[in-house]
């Protein structure tokens, strides 16, 4: 039975940075490149949250891996034929569903919001000035109470 425990303290380089970029860079997801070069997963976490560089050198890594998955839906499209159609389709689905994640902004689903007023217009403001000199004492009671309801709600 192989031995368990806290795996071997590794130092942060650079050039275990580079290399891990382009473990994935090449296709190799995190867990792959962990395995590959001999870091521990736990330490590949801290050095993100240790080292802010190699935390953005993960992201762009992250990136380019969505593009390899981008690379091998191609290739997947290009191997397929009648019989493999049903199960090249849950690879390509799956592929793209990797590459969304990975790199949103680029291979995500978009969408967007418009905000329109009546039949398409623009959206109407109206105000009201209301002079609290010409309240009665009890109308500014009122107001007040209105007021620091608004105020808890919006800190709740």
Same mark, same amino acid.
């Given at each position: 039975?192989a031995?368990? *425990?806290?795996?071997?303290? =590794? %130092?942060?380089? %650079? %050039? ?7 473990s994935?860079? @090449? *296709? ?9 070069l001999?870091i ?5 976490? @801290? ?5 802010? @560089?190699? +935390?953005?050198?993960? #992201? ?8 390899y @998955?981008? /690379?091998? =839906? +191609? ?27 990975? #790199?949103? /902004? ?6 967007s ?11 109407? =403001?109206?105000?009201?000035v =209301?002079? #609290? ?6 109308? +500014?009671e ?6 620091? #309801?608004?105020? %808890?709600?919006?800190?709740?």
């Open positions: 039975m031995k368990r *425990g806290r795996p071997p303290s =590794i %130092e942060y380089s %650079e %050039e275990l940075s580079d290399a891990v970029y382009q994935m860079a @090449d *296709g190799h997801d995190v867990v792959d490149t962990c395995d590959t001999g521990p997963r736990t330490t590949f976490y @801290d050095w993100q949250a240790k080292y802010p @560089d190699f +935390r953005a050198k993960c #992201a762009r890594a992250r990136e380019a891996l969505a593009d @998955d981008v /690379k091998r =839906i +191609r290739e997947e499209i290009a191997m397929t034929d009648k019989d493999t159609a049903v199960a090249a389709r849950v690879k390509i689905s799956a592929l793209q569903w990797l590459a969304e994640k990975r #790199a949103p /902004k680029q291979y995500g689903n978009k969408t919001t418009e905000v329109t007023g009546k039949d398409g217009g623009a959206i109407e =403001i109206q105000s009201k =209301i002079d #609290a000199n010409a309240l009665t004492f009890d109308q +500014r009122s107001v007040r109470q209105a007021l620091l #309801a608004a105020l %808890e709600t919006e800190n709740d």
